[in-house]
């Protein structure tokens, strides 16, 4: 194929002003257009995934806002301009680094049949999931799952997960198809009595993650994230009403929002704030078999262990403003 094939142009002129006429500089911007074509199948997927459509955050803002945004050409443009820095094109998981770190081709033109760790999915997912996957938080060890050049995201994420969302989804935690512990180790069930006793009513985390990152404030109009990020582990209610994740207690981590989160847009105060909780569920990336919570090898039980701990997030965690958003996720008082 030669450039034109994807980025047009004018492949007969000499000069580059006019070999660039008509050009388009990021084809799979428009992948049904570009990339469509050979790629039929994993195009249209792709265009209702939450990497290509971000309903995900569109549904987000709009829940605590209390009204849809689509309306509002003043709103979606702040949106595209901000927000939508994180759109994942074809190209920015299989030719260069994403947008919203400034890109940049990985390996010159070369197209990657399997995006790289570094330079695209944790490029974009590093700060908390990337640094719990390697082992990059202070004092927390790697995922088990993490053995270098051999288990990738790939492993537990694969292609048809990653290009297309299943039907309604707009969370990733709705989606169907997104991977759960269990799609591969259902078979340990009955593997001890802590499993057997548990198994369904908590999620593999609550026993089996580490502490992990948790931000509190982050503010649209390029301040990004205000305040100190802090490393902790919190057990809540289950938030999720989804017939794939039923648990009754899951880890939960605080996300970067804050009423005036979007203040630069002329919302100084989200109106539904209490919306949704500020503590969501979580799946953090740093899995070991023995943490914690689960070695009793000084003595002890699990009950000593993790049932009389300060694991469960309470009130007392949580500031002022939250207490609504959290009232049916906290564990006590």
């Given at each position: ?71 509002d ?12 820095k ?43 999931v ?11 060890k ?103 994740r ?7 981590r ?52 993790c ?27």
């Open positions: 194929m030669g450039c034109t094939a994807c980025h047009l142009g004018n492949s007969g002129a000499s000069g580059k002003g006019e070999a660039h006429v008509n050009l388009v500089a990021r084809p799979s911007a428009m992948h049904q257009t570009y990339c469509g074509g050979c790629h039929g199948t994993v195009s249209a997927d792709h265009s209702t995934s939450l990497h290509a459509d971000l309903k995900g955050y569109y549904r987000r803002i709009e829940l605590r806002l209390g009204y849809s945004i689509a309306g050409q003043d709103l979606v443009e702040k949106f595209d301009e901000e927000c939508g994180c759109h994942a094109s074809c190209g920015q998981c299989h030719v260069s680094r994403p947008v919203s770190v400034d890109g940049g081709f990985i390996n010159g033109h070369n197209f990657l049949g399997e995006p790289s760790m570094k330079e695209n999915c944790t490029a974009c997912h590093g700060s908390r990337g640094a719990e996957y390697f082992g990059e938080n202070a004092g927390i790697a995922d088990v799952h993490w053995i270098p050049n051999v288990k990738r995201c790939s492993f537990c994420h694969d292609a048809a997960a990653m290009h297309g969302s299943s039907p309604g989804a707009d969370y990733r935690y709705n989606d169907l198809d997104m991977v759960r512990c269990e799609d591969c180790h259902a078979t340990v069930s009955d593997a001890n009595s802590y499993h057997q006793v548990h198994w369904g009513d908590l999620s593999c985390q609550v026993c089996h993650s580490q502490p992990y990152k948790n931000c509190n404030s982050c503010h649209t109009g390029g301040e990004g994230i205000t305040g100190s990020s802090y490393i902790t582990f919190k057990i809540g209610k289950n938030p999720l009403d989804v017939p794939h039923t648990y009754k207690y899951v880890t939960v605080h996300i970067p929002i804050a009423p005036d989160t979007y203040a630069s847009w002329g919302i100084s105060d989200l109106p539904n704030y209490n919306a949704e909780p500020t503590w969501k569920y979580a799946t953090p990336h740093n899995i070991q078999r023995w943490t914690d919570q689960t070695d009793n090898s000084g003595g002890g039980a699990c009950f000593e262990k049932h009389d701990s300060d694991y469960y997030l309470t009130l007392d965690d949580l500031q002022p403003y939250e207490t609504e958003a959290n009232r049916d996720i906290v564990m006590g008082n």
